[in-house]
């Protein structure tokens, strides 16, 4: 397919040379809409004139492009550590001084102490349970653990060419990944009528159906869930660690928003935790990554990249590839690295910031749980629209229309179905531009349905 | 080759299942030397006797961590901008405020300011040519957009396999990317009897004889160089452009240490300026990808991750897909992206921080020049070590033994010859740190010819 004679075929790297994994990877969130979206801003800055008046982002999670503050003490000591000087104003409280202190002590000795942090932070987390900081790894982000641990996880080829099952709908890094590593993606599809739950029963035929043309070895899951936001049951996780020993998949746990779990009723439970209270039948031997992430929670610090993962039961000959691997990158960014130390060590009742970063904390927290369900209130408002509830992440799924009606409309209007039948949105925006949001959105559905119907 | 009956043959991955191009990746870097290095020193601390009394790590090119002070502009802006509160500080001056507000701006709108800024600063240092911002990516530090720019390189099987040539001596990333991505490594060899200058006769064996076994598509360049210190001349690169061009090769120009030039005569000539110089039969046609780091230079900044790199004449297809590709990854860390404006757009001579600045970045500067001197005048003083002028970048390349006479010898004394035959080493560590080391390597030398002569 070579364009012969056009300029492009005196290029080494066109697209019939480029690497073909690259093209067959899709991610969305960066996409056309949001380049459009730009542009658009862009626009009504120039002055023109459209028929509104702002574009409100609700597409992606990050808390602080999205007006949430950050968290006063974490920058307080990333400000010591980029600056020492600062180390000698009074106007710091002496706990911020105390973490940057040691952190920056640290930095010079190699951060081996953020990992023994990370350890007793994960301990605390599942009431005593041990972590051993040697199986702390840090990361840029969880993103780049979960790339990592899924380029451990590819080899072979054709029917024996590694599989990968995630969740659809999902986060589409899982996807994009999968595609880049030349892997093969196994679908398995979220109950939308059960608050998109996950079935073992599901799970089972993915599997299934999968092993005829691959070599199914991992599980992902993404819970609290993004884009659904549905919180796993400690049964659910108990059957999902069952499945993963019973079939034999090495499971990977995003567990990023572990800390944003908004209904009443449900519960984070970590993956780590259900499989040691299973006993050593589960704990001795199903292989787990779990992830989390400086990035989302209350601290919404997407920015610095901070990130880490615990594995579990790995090979010791292949956790020793793990190490270089992850060495060949160098290290995480630093600054991500000093903000995770302060987030799995911030401050105690007797420390000066205690109260400031409880409220702030508390406060940041109740917001998200106040729009999650002013989210799934309003929607549900509107006849045809169906909305599960936001248990927990930053996420609504809904979708237009129960029945096929809705399609027969979309077709009728000549508009692309995908676009509005289900949709992901962000619970982010403040208070006032979501109402805006769920306001526009209302009354777009009302007028077209008015309009096709 | 699975190992039946034992309990590693229960896990999901092991040695056997793990992605096999992971087993290929060397990475010497982090490796066991390094380990032994930091378990000894763990030893020290505990009071454990040695024949020695400290480690003094000469292996990397981490600044910082050898000692070398960070520069205070760019550490003020980055507190400023990690806790926007010090913006009311009457401690700090007006340029590193005004900074950090037009960062914290920019950030808020999505940093395409910081890709202007870069592309000012590019057209700054060569002269005057165009740089379009658009050509512009950030990066986490300088490996992650060359492992990028390879991955987009790679495709094709057996003979069709992308190869891609790297200088050896070599910074380990090229070679543990390109086993990461299963690419064939061309190895072309710098010449150690000339200043370990580049020939374009070498360049010609080396891609004649891989043409045999794989495609050749890309040519990489590290100037100034590492591990080997030479800077290359202008007529240099002419060659290598007209030979990437005559060859259809892509050309990627790693350019890290480009203010890292210690010897006279020597000067940095960007890849970019010089292309533009021979003519649009070169500049419109050769496609070049060149890197660059806030990590080295006076900078030093490793912990950061901030980078950019310049891609020209690049397919706009191609581009599109290399904008998704680092899309997945979201984006570098921002205090990386925040320190790189800084640097590219430092403070002016109407600025209140400017003689601070200019003053520790010449004296930054002016202390590697001095080492590198020094290092190349000690060790050339010991009978049977031979260290070609360190030209530029942070490191020696010395060998011991300019005869076989030493490869007896150490055959003789049983040990490993390739520990000791030629070996890297940064000129980072203090003044004084960097005396001892060299004192030591000479008295260890001295003994060894003794002993086993």
Same mark, same amino acid.
């Given at each position: 397919?070579? +364009?012969?004679?056009?300029?492009?075929? @005196?290029?080494?790297?066109?697209?019939?040379?480029?690497?073909?994994?690259?093209?067959?990877?899709?991610?969305?969130?960066?996409? &056309?809409?949001?380049?459009? %979206?730009?542009?658009? @801003?862009?626009?009504?800055?120039?002055?023109? =004139?459209?028929?509104?008046? @702002?574009?409100?982002?609700?597409?992606?999670?990050?808390?602080?492009?999205?007006?949430?503050?950050?968290?006063?003490?974490?920058? +307080?000591?990333?400000?010591?550590?980029?600056?020492?000087?600062? /180390?000698?104003?009074?106007?710091?409280?002496?706990?911020?001084?105390?973490?940057?202190?040691?952190?920056?002590?640290?930095?010079? +000795?190699?951060?081996?102490?953020?990992?023994?942090?990370?350890?007793?932070?994960?301990?605390?987390?599942?009431?005593?349970?041990?972590?051993?900081?040697?199986?702390?790894?840090?990361?840029?982000? %969880?993103?780049?653990?979960?790339?990592?641990?899924?380029?451990?996880?590819?080899?072979?080829?054709?029917?024996?060419?590694?599989?990968?099952?995630?969740?659809?709908?999902?986060?589409?890094?899982?996807?994009?990944?999968? #595609?880049? /590593?030349?892997?093969?993606?196994?679908?398995?599809?979220?109950?939308?009528?059960?608050?998109?739950?996950?079935?073992?029963?599901?799970?089972?035929?993915?599997?299934?159906?999968?092993?005829?043309?691959?070599?199914?070895?991992?599980?992902?899951?993404?819970?609290?869930?993004? &884009?659904?936001?549905?919180?796993?049951?400690?049964?659910?996780?108990?059957?999902?660690?069952?499945?993963?020993? #019973?079939?034999?998949?090495?499971?990977?746990?995003?567990?990023?928003?572990?800390?944003?779990?908004? %209904?009443?009723?449900?519960?984070?439970?970590?993956? =780590?935790?259900? /499989?040691?209270?299973?006993? &050593?039948?589960?704990?001795?031997?199903?292989?787990?990554?779990?992830?989390?992430?400086?990035?989302?929670?209350?601290?919404?610090?997407?920015?610095?990249?901070?990130?880490?993962?615990? *594995?579990?039961?790995?090979?010791?000959?292949?956790?020793?590839?793990?190490?270089?691997?992850?060495?060949?990158?160098?290290? &995480?960014?630093?600054?991500?690295? #000093?903000?995770?130390?302060?987030?799995?060590?911030?401050?105690?009742?007797? @420390?000066?910031?205690?109260?400031?970063?409880?409220?702030?904390?508390?406060?940041?927290?109740?917001?998200?749980?106040?729009?999650?369900?002013?989210?799934?209130?309003?929607?549900?408002?509107?006849?045809?629209?169906?909305?599960?509830?936001?248990?927990?992440?930053?996420?609504?799924?809904?979708?237009?229309?129960?029945?096929?009606?809705?399609?027969?409309?979309?077709?009728?209007?000549?508009?692309?179905?995908?676009?509005?039948?289900?949709?992901?949105?962000?619970?982010?925006?403040? *208070?006032?531009?979501?109402?805006? *949001?769920?306001?526009?959105?209302?009354?777009?559905?009302?007028?077209?349905?008015?309009?096709?119907?």
């Amino acid at each position: 397919m070579a +364009q012969n004679g056009c300029e492009h075929s @005196e290029r080494v790297l066109t697209m019939d040379t480029m690497n073909p994994n690259v093209k067959r990877v899709e991610y969305a969130v960066r996409g &056309p809409i949001v380049q459009r %979206a730009v542009q658009i @801003e862009r626009e009504l800055n120039m002055g023109i =004139k459209k028929p509104f008046t @702002e574009v409100i982002k609700a597409n992606i999670g990050d808390c602080h492009a999205m007006g949430q503050k950050p968290i006063t003490f974490f920058r +307080q000591v990333l400000a010591l550590c980029s600056y020492p000087d600062l /180390l000698e104003d009074s106007k710091f409280p002496e706990d911020a001084k105390s973490r940057a202190r040691r952190i920056l002590q640290a930095i010079s +000795q190699g951060i081996e102490m953020i990992r023994q942090d990370v350890a007793r932070y994960i301990e605390r987390r599942d009431g005593g349970i041990t972590c051993d900081p040697d199986n702390i790894y840090l990361s840029t982000g %969880a993103s780049d653990g979960i790339v990592t641990m899924l380029k451990l996880l590819v080899s072979g080829e054709g029917v024996s060419r590694t599989g990968v099952m995630i969740s659809i709908p999902q986060y589409p890094l899982y996807s994009a990944a999968l #595609a880049d /590593l030349g892997a093969v993606q196994i679908s398995y599809y979220l109950d939308e009528d059960n608050c998109w739950s996950l079935d073992i029963n599901e799970l089972r035929r993915a599997l299934q159906e999968a092993k005829k043309h691959c070599s199914p070895q991992a599980l992902c899951i993404i819970n609290p869930g993004n &884009p659904t936001g549905q919180v796993q049951s400690r049964q659910c996780i108990e059957d999902v660690i069952r499945f993963a020993a #019973a079939e034999k998949l090495f499971l990977m746990a995003d567990e990023v928003y572990q800390d944003n779990v908004y %209904a009443e009723g449900s519960k984070f439970h970590s993956f =780590k935790k259900v /499989l040691f209270e299973m006993g &050593p039948e589960y704990s001795e031997k199903v292989e787990l990554a779990s992830f989390h992430s400086t990035s989302k929670c209350y601290m919404g610090e997407c920015g610095f990249r901070g990130g880490y993962m615990e *594995v579990i039961n790995l090979d010791p000959e292949v956790k020793f590839q793990l190490t270089k691997l992850v060495s060949v990158r160098l290290c &995480p960014p630093v600054p991500g690295q #000093a903000l995770l130390d302060v987030v799995v060590n911030p401050p105690q009742p007797d @420390e000066p910031s205690y109260d400031t970063f409880i409220k702030e904390r508390t406060d940041t927290l109740a917001t998200l749980a106040e729009k999650a369900s002013m989210t799934q209130e309003i929607l549900n408002q509107v006849p045809g629209i169906k909305c599960n509830p936001v248990q927990g992440a930053m996420y609504t799924f809904p979708r237009e229309g129960t029945s096929s009606r809705y399609v027969l409309l979309y077709e009728a209007s000549g508009r692309k179905r995908h676009l509005f039948g289900s949709w992901q949105m962000t619970i982010l925006p403040p *208070v006032e531009k979501l109402k805006i *949001v769920l306001a526009k959105i209302k009354e777009f559905h009302q007028h077209f349905v008015e309009q096709y119907s």
